[in-house]
């Protein structure tokens, strides 16, 4: 009797060591690597809509999830340690910021089983991170900041009602760039303009290069450009010189009275898009049979600074009278 009393004590002792164990391991939050390439406004702000997004489907940050953040100051020489750091620590998923870190990341990572979900990539197609818009990779997938082109162009008439030649600055070596040119020229048309397009691949030949659209284009266009973003001021002032005006991608630049309207993705929203894709493969979704986010028109926004508008010599059309979309 002692004997089977001992032996149902131990039982109980080890199931209840087993379910502690279980409860231990369960309790573990959940490690998520985030690779951005650089500080910057925009990315900041699709790194902070991904944690909103994740923390809304269940994946509580310091709870459930928590976050290993690295970037390289956008030196494309340091991604691939940046990414092997963060593989080292045995995270869940790796959320990529650009699609330079997303191309770097998806060959590091290649057969590791670490999920890639990537964000700030105007084409992941053309990027060759996806096959198609209608499915993911093989490990990977994530959301789009392509911007609704005719959605650009047509506030660009709305706010310029003359302006005919659309001018383009855009990387040459840069993927996203390449792609939001090509889909600027094949929307023009139809949308009453004709595009101006000058390379730019060294932050010191903004001067010159935007130098070159006066007498070319009207109104100069600034993609999300890993290159032109973080120099944007240097592009601004240059336009300025030119006598062009400006409507950029990012509306941080409009805010702190750099140039004078945007008509921009919301980061925020990207991020969100990425943070629910992130949260269905943490729950078992293979990223393969998940289509990359592209953002819907009511994921733009504009905004002009009247102060800016006028030193580009800009007269607000009285459209905008109640649009509520002025910094100042």
């Keep these: ?66 976050y290993s953040e690295s970037h390289t100051n956008f030196d494309a020489s340091l991604v691939p340690q940046m990414i092997a750091k963060l593989q080292a620590e045995q995270p869940k998923l790796i959320y990529t910021v650009t699609t330079p ?31 198609s818009w209608t499915e993911g990779g093989d490990g990977i997938t994530g959301s789009s900041d392509l911007q609704d082109m005719a959605a650009v162009m047509k506030f660009t008439h709305e706010l310029l009602p003359n302006a005919k030649r659309f001018g383009v600055p855009y990387n040459p070596g840069e993927a996203n760039d390449v792609a939001l040119l090509d889909n600027v020229k094949a929307l023009a048309p139809d949308n009453g303009f004709e595009v101006v397009a000058v390379g730019v691949d060294n932050v010191n030949d903004i001067q010159q290069r935007i130098a070159s659209f006066a007498g070319k284009a009207d109104v100069i266009y600034t993609p999300a450009s890993n290159l032109l973003q973080p120099a944007i001021a240097a592009v601004s002032a240059a336009a300025r010189q030119a006598g062009i005006p400006i409507v950029n991608s990012d509306d941080g630049a409009v805010r702190s009275g750099v140039v004078p309207a945007s008509f921009a993705v919301n980061y925020d929203k990207v991020g969100e898009s990425a943070g629910k894709i992130a ?34 010599g800009i007269e607000i059309p009285a459209s905008f009278d109640n649009c509520e979309c002025f910094a100042d």
């Design 101 to 131: 870190v997303s191309q770097i990341a998806q060959k590091a990572l290649a057969g590791s089983g670490i999920p890639i979900v990537f964000t700030a990539v105007t084409d992941p197609v053309a990027a060759k991170l996806v096959p």
């Design 1 to 66: 009797m002692n004997r089977l009393k001992s032996g149902w004590l131990s039982g109980i002792v080890l199931a209840g060591a087993f379910i502690a164990g279980i409860a231990t391991a369960a309790a573990d939050p959940i490690k998520i690597g985030i690779a951005n390439f650089g500080e910057h406004p925009q990315l900041n702000a699709s790194i902070a809509g991904f944690k909103k997004a994740l923390a809304e489907n269940g994946f509580v940050e310091g709870t459930d999830v928590v």
């Design 279 to 312: 949260a269905q493969i943490l729950k078992g979704a293979d990223p393969k049979t998940i289509a990359p986010a592209k953002p819907a028109y009511e994921d733009h926004s504009a905004l002009i600074s009247r102060k800016v508008a006028k030193e580009f």
